[in-house]
T-cell receptor
Framework: KQEVTQIPAALSVPEGENLVLNCSFT??????LQWFRQDPGKGLTSLLL???SQREQTSGRLNASLDKSSGRSTLYIAASQPGDSATYLC????????WGAGTKLIIKP | ETGVTQSPTHLIKTRGQQVTLRCSSQ?????VSWYQQALGQGPQFIFQ???????GRGNFPPRFSGLQFPNYSSELNVNALELDDSALYLC??????????????FGPGTRLTVT
Protein backbone atom coordinates (compact mmCIF):
# COMPACT_ATOMS: atom_id res chain seq x y z
CA LYS A 1 0.00 0.00 0.00
CA GLN A 2 1.38 3.35 -1.07
CA GLU A 3 2.05 5.81 1.73
CA VAL A 4 3.18 9.40 1.29
CA THR A 5 4.87 11.39 4.04
CA GLN A 6 5.74 15.07 4.10
CA ILE A 7 8.25 16.53 6.49
CA PRO A 8 8.16 18.99 8.15
CA ALA A 9 4.46 19.43 8.89
CA ALA A 10 5.02 23.16 9.34
CA LEU A 11 7.80 25.59 8.50
CA SER A 12 8.27 29.28 9.24
CA VAL A 13 11.12 31.20 7.61
CA PRO A 14 12.04 34.85 6.98
CA GLU A 15 11.34 36.36 3.60
CA GLY A 16 14.11 35.91 1.06
CA GLU A 17 15.35 32.52 2.22
CA ASN A 18 15.68 29.53 -0.05
CA LEU A 19 13.90 26.47 1.31
CA VAL A 20 13.28 22.80 0.64
CA LEU A 21 10.12 20.80 1.28
CA ASN A 22 10.35 17.03 1.40
CA CYS A 23 8.05 14.26 0.23
CA SER A 24 8.70 10.53 0.57
CA PHE A 25 6.73 7.57 -0.75
CA THR A 26 6.92 3.84 -0.13
CA UNK A 27 6.18 2.33 -3.56
CA UNK A 28 8.30 3.40 -6.52
CA UNK A 29 5.77 2.11 -9.08
CA UNK A 30 4.26 5.47 -9.91
CA UNK A 31 3.22 7.26 -13.09
CA UNK A 32 4.10 10.68 -11.83
CA LEU A 33 4.38 12.95 -8.82
CA GLN A 34 2.68 16.29 -8.48
CA TRP A 35 3.22 19.21 -6.13
CA PHE A 36 0.22 21.35 -5.26
CA ARG A 37 -0.40 24.53 -3.36
CA GLN A 38 -3.47 25.09 -1.21
CA ASP A 39 -4.45 28.40 0.33
CA PRO A 40 -6.61 28.31 3.50
CA GLY A 41 -10.11 27.02 2.76
CA LYS A 42 -9.41 26.88 -0.95
CA GLY A 43 -8.96 24.26 -3.65
CA LEU A 44 -5.70 22.98 -5.08
CA THR A 45 -3.38 24.67 -7.54
CA SER A 46 -1.02 22.41 -9.45
CA LEU A 47 2.56 23.67 -9.28
CA LEU A 48 4.68 21.02 -10.94
CA LEU A 49 4.20 17.54 -12.36
CA UNK A 50 7.15 15.19 -12.76
CA UNK A 51 6.66 12.12 -14.91
CA UNK A 52 8.22 8.91 -13.60
CA SER A 53 10.88 9.04 -16.33
CA GLN A 54 11.95 12.57 -15.38
CA ARG A 55 14.33 13.73 -12.66
CA GLU A 56 13.17 17.31 -12.20
CA GLN A 57 10.87 20.10 -13.33
CA THR A 58 11.23 23.84 -12.97
CA SER A 59 8.74 26.68 -13.01
CA GLY A 60 9.94 30.14 -12.10
CA ARG A 61 11.31 30.09 -8.55
CA LEU A 62 10.19 26.49 -8.03
CA ASN A 63 12.18 23.37 -8.75
CA ALA A 64 10.98 19.85 -7.99
CA SER A 65 13.13 16.75 -8.12
CA LEU A 66 12.19 13.09 -8.16
CA ASP A 67 14.28 10.09 -7.11
CA LYS A 68 12.11 7.03 -7.59
CA SER A 69 14.73 4.58 -6.37
CA SER A 70 14.86 6.22 -2.94
CA GLY A 71 11.18 7.16 -2.91
CA ARG A 72 11.83 10.88 -2.48
CA SER A 73 10.91 14.20 -3.99
CA THR A 74 11.90 17.70 -2.98
CA LEU A 75 10.35 21.05 -3.79
CA TYR A 76 12.87 23.87 -3.77
CA ILE A 77 11.57 27.42 -3.43
CA ALA A 78 14.07 30.16 -4.19
CA ALA A 79 13.96 33.65 -2.70
CA SER A 80 10.78 33.05 -0.71
CA GLN A 81 8.10 35.75 -0.52
CA PRO A 82 5.17 36.28 1.89
CA GLY A 83 2.83 35.35 -0.98
CA ASP A 84 4.34 31.87 -0.94
CA SER A 85 2.66 31.24 2.42
CA ALA A 86 0.32 28.27 1.92
CA THR A 87 0.12 24.53 2.46
CA TYR A 88 2.14 22.51 -0.05
CA LEU A 89 1.01 18.98 -0.83
CA CYS A 90 2.65 16.27 -2.86
CA UNK A 91 0.75 13.43 -4.48
CA UNK A 92 1.95 10.30 -6.27
CA UNK A 93 -0.13 8.44 -8.77
CA UNK A 94 -0.76 4.99 -10.07
CA UNK A 95 -4.37 5.05 -11.26
CA UNK A 96 -5.33 7.46 -8.49
CA UNK A 97 -3.56 10.13 -6.51
CA UNK A 98 -2.20 9.27 -3.06
CA TRP A 99 -1.49 12.36 -0.99
CA GLY A 100 0.72 13.48 1.80
CA ALA A 101 -0.75 15.56 4.63
CA GLY A 102 1.11 18.66 3.48
CA THR A 103 3.64 21.15 4.81
CA LYS A 104 2.23 24.43 6.09
CA LEU A 105 4.64 27.16 5.04
CA ILE A 106 4.72 30.63 6.58
CA ILE A 107 7.02 33.27 5.12
CA LYS A 108 7.58 36.12 7.55
CA PRO A 109 8.01 39.64 6.08
CA GLU B 1 -11.15 26.90 -22.23
CA THR B 2 -13.27 26.59 -19.07
CA GLY B 3 -11.70 25.18 -15.93
CA VAL B 4 -13.23 22.76 -13.44
CA THR B 5 -16.20 24.19 -11.57
CA GLN B 6 -18.04 22.88 -8.53
CA SER B 7 -21.33 23.73 -6.90
CA PRO B 8 -22.34 24.69 -4.33
CA THR B 9 -19.31 26.31 -2.68
CA HIS B 10 -20.64 25.80 0.84
CA LEU B 11 -23.33 23.57 2.26
CA ILE B 12 -24.70 22.87 5.74
CA LYS B 13 -26.65 19.68 6.33
CA THR B 14 -28.02 17.78 9.31
CA ARG B 15 -26.89 14.30 10.29
CA GLY B 16 -28.95 11.66 8.44
CA GLN B 17 -29.74 13.87 5.46
CA GLN B 18 -28.63 13.31 1.88
CA VAL B 19 -26.50 15.66 -0.24
CA THR B 20 -25.59 16.02 -3.91
CA LEU B 21 -22.46 17.84 -5.03
CA ARG B 22 -21.81 18.78 -8.64
CA CYS B 23 -18.76 19.13 -10.83
CA SER B 24 -18.25 20.33 -14.38
CA SER B 25 -15.04 19.01 -15.88
CA GLN B 26 -12.58 20.94 -17.99
CA UNK B 27 -13.43 21.04 -21.66
CA UNK B 28 -12.29 17.86 -23.44
CA UNK B 29 -11.66 15.86 -20.26
CA UNK B 30 -13.43 12.51 -19.97
CA UNK B 31 -12.35 11.40 -16.50
CA VAL B 32 -13.54 12.83 -13.21
CA SER B 33 -12.18 11.96 -9.78
CA TRP B 34 -13.62 12.91 -6.39
CA TYR B 35 -11.64 13.47 -3.20
CA GLN B 36 -12.54 14.16 0.42
CA GLN B 37 -10.24 16.42 2.41
CA ALA B 38 -10.76 16.62 6.15
CA LEU B 39 -9.35 19.60 7.99
CA GLY B 40 -5.56 19.46 8.30
CA GLN B 41 -5.21 16.35 6.17
CA GLY B 42 -4.39 15.49 2.59
CA PRO B 43 -7.22 14.56 0.23
CA GLN B 44 -8.51 10.99 0.19
CA PHE B 45 -9.58 9.36 -3.08
CA ILE B 46 -13.31 8.53 -3.17
CA PHE B 47 -13.83 7.29 -6.74
CA GLN B 48 -13.36 8.17 -10.38
CA UNK B 49 -15.52 7.96 -13.47
CA UNK B 50 -14.43 7.41 -17.05
CA UNK B 51 -16.98 7.87 -19.81
CA UNK B 52 -19.95 7.47 -17.45
CA UNK B 53 -18.69 4.34 -15.67
CA UNK B 54 -17.02 4.00 -12.27
CA UNK B 55 -13.38 3.24 -12.90
CA GLY B 56 -11.93 2.87 -9.43
CA ARG B 57 -12.95 3.42 -5.84
CA GLY B 58 -11.19 4.24 -2.61
CA ASN B 59 -12.04 3.04 0.87
CA PHE B 60 -15.42 4.73 1.21
CA PRO B 61 -18.74 3.07 2.11
CA PRO B 62 -21.54 2.53 -0.46
CA ARG B 63 -23.47 5.52 0.85
CA PHE B 64 -20.97 7.53 -1.22
CA SER B 65 -22.11 7.17 -4.80
CA GLY B 66 -21.65 9.05 -8.03
CA LEU B 67 -22.69 9.64 -11.58
CA GLN B 68 -21.02 10.91 -14.70
CA PHE B 69 -23.14 12.34 -17.50
CA PRO B 70 -22.64 12.24 -21.29
CA ASN B 71 -21.11 15.73 -21.17
CA TYR B 72 -18.64 14.34 -18.57
CA SER B 73 -19.97 16.45 -15.72
CA SER B 74 -20.39 14.53 -12.49
CA GLU B 75 -22.30 14.27 -9.23
CA LEU B 76 -21.26 12.98 -5.85
CA ASN B 77 -24.11 11.77 -3.65
CA VAL B 78 -23.77 11.04 0.04
CA ASN B 79 -26.65 9.39 1.92
CA ALA B 80 -27.23 9.17 5.65
CA LEU B 81 -24.78 11.95 6.43
CA GLU B 82 -22.54 11.55 9.47
CA LEU B 83 -20.65 14.22 11.40
CA ASP B 84 -17.34 12.83 10.05
CA ASP B 85 -18.49 13.59 6.50
CA SER B 86 -17.77 17.26 7.20
CA ALA B 87 -14.94 18.09 4.82
CA LEU B 88 -13.87 19.84 1.64
CA TYR B 89 -14.94 17.78 -1.37
CA LEU B 90 -12.73 18.22 -4.39
CA CYS B 91 -13.40 17.25 -7.97
CA UNK B 92 -10.64 16.82 -10.55
CA UNK B 93 -10.81 16.18 -14.26
CA UNK B 94 -8.26 14.65 -16.57
CA UNK B 95 -7.93 13.10 -19.98
CA UNK B 96 -7.63 9.35 -20.21
CA UNK B 97 -8.89 6.22 -18.51
CA UNK B 98 -6.01 5.95 -16.04
CA UNK B 99 -6.57 9.26 -14.32
CA UNK B 100 -3.39 9.02 -12.30
CA UNK B 101 -1.21 8.88 -15.38
CA UNK B 102 -2.40 12.27 -16.57
CA UNK B 103 -2.27 15.66 -14.93
CA UNK B 104 -5.41 16.32 -12.93
CA UNK B 105 -7.05 19.73 -12.76
CA PHE B 106 -8.94 20.59 -9.61
CA GLY B 107 -12.03 22.62 -8.93
CA PRO B 108 -12.30 25.01 -5.98
CA GLY B 109 -14.13 22.45 -3.85
CA THR B 110 -17.39 22.28 -1.91
CA ARG B 111 -17.19 22.80 1.85
CA LEU B 112 -19.73 20.47 3.51
CA THR B 113 -20.59 20.91 7.17
CA VAL B 114 -22.74 18.28 8.88
CA THR B 115 -24.33 19.28 12.18
Amino acid sequence: KQEVTQIPAALSVPEGENLVLNCSFTDSAIYNLQWFRQDPGKGLTSLLLIQSSQREQTSGRLNASLDKSSGRSTLYIAASQPGDSATYLCAVSNYQLIWGAGTKLIIKP
Amino acid sequence: ETGVTQSPTHLIKTRGQQVTLRCSSQSGHNTVSWYQQALGQGPQFIFQYYREEENGRGNFPPRFSGLQFPNYSSELNVNALELDDSALYLCASSLGRLAGSYEQYFGPGTRLTVT
